[in-house]
């Protein structure tokens, strides 16, 4: 069966800088995707990067990008220049059968000013 | 293109009395799933429906809830009896059919936070 875990409850950050949540993950296939979403406090799960397990390349979407680590099954999510708005739960998902996701527990990300 | 549509936003009910929640998803998006997220930990699969038919079922517990996916468009989701360990957001997601291991993920819902006293 497909597992997620982050072990990493509560991260704080200052504005501007750098931090990254740590993903790791356990499933029998090869290919697959990887998903981080964020969840402010509106509650709505926003995807904020993806990563297909069969490009070595590591996704980036502006200032979010990911260490993909596919034989660890390791998959962590760092920002760059941190901004305010930032500050969220985090969530790594991973597809099982079905298409359904599977969720981690998730990290609450605070940016300090 | 509108996002995905739940409603109440909240809903305050005592044990034993029944709730439902609507969803509406994106337009197109055959897929429709229901997560259940307790306080302090990632959304769970409820139910998820392919047009108007359940795919996985598995993990709700029918002997209280229950939903429906009418003309593979609008769903609801119902409670009956509600019991305290019920209090949770519940989110809606929709995707292109069987697409949510792809390219595209899903589309979420801003959920229902149901509180049970």
């Known amino acids: 069966a497909q597992t997620v875990t982050q072990s990493q409850p509560e991260m704080s950050v200052q504005e501007a800088e750098t931090v990254t949540l740590s993903c790791t993950y356990d499933?029998?296939?090869?290919?697959?995707?990887l998903f981080w979403y964020k969840q402010p406090p509106s509650r709505q799960m926003i995807l904020v990067i993806r990563?297909?397990?069969?490009?070595?390349q590591n996704a980036t979407e502006n200032r979010f990008s990911v260490n993909f680590q596919k034989a660890a099954k390791s998959f962590s999510l760092k920002i760059s220049d941190s901004q305010l708005g930032d500050t969220a739960m985090y969530f790594c998902?991973?597809?099982?059968?079905?298409?359904?996701?599977?969720f981690g527990t998730g990290t609450r990300l605070q940016v300090f000013p | 293109e509108a996002g995905v549509a739940q409603s109440p936003r909240y809903k305050i009910i005592e044990k034993r009395q029944s709730v439902a929640f609507w969803c509406n998803p994106i337009?197109?998006?055959?897929?429709l799933y229901w997560y259940q997220q307790i306080l302090g930990q990632g959304p769970k699969l409820l139910i998820q429906?392919?047009?108007?038919?359940?795919?996985?079922d598995s993990q709700l517990p029918k002997d209280r809830f229950s939903a429906e996916r009418l003309k593979g468009v609008d769903s609801t989701l119902k409670i009956q009896p509600a019991k305290l360990e019920d209090s949770a957001v519940y989110l809606c997601a929709s995707s292109l059919a069987g697409d949510a291991g792809g390219a595209y993920g899903y589309t979420f819902g801003s959920g229902t936070r149901l509180t049970v006293v």
């Open positions: 998902a991973l597809p099982a059968n079905t298409d359904k996701l599977i």
């Open positions: 429906f392919q047009n108007n038919g359940v795919v996985d």
């Open positions: 499933t029998s296939e090869n290919n697959y995707y």
């Open positions: 337009s197109g998006h055959a897929t």
């Open positions: 990563q297909e397990a069969y490009k070595q």
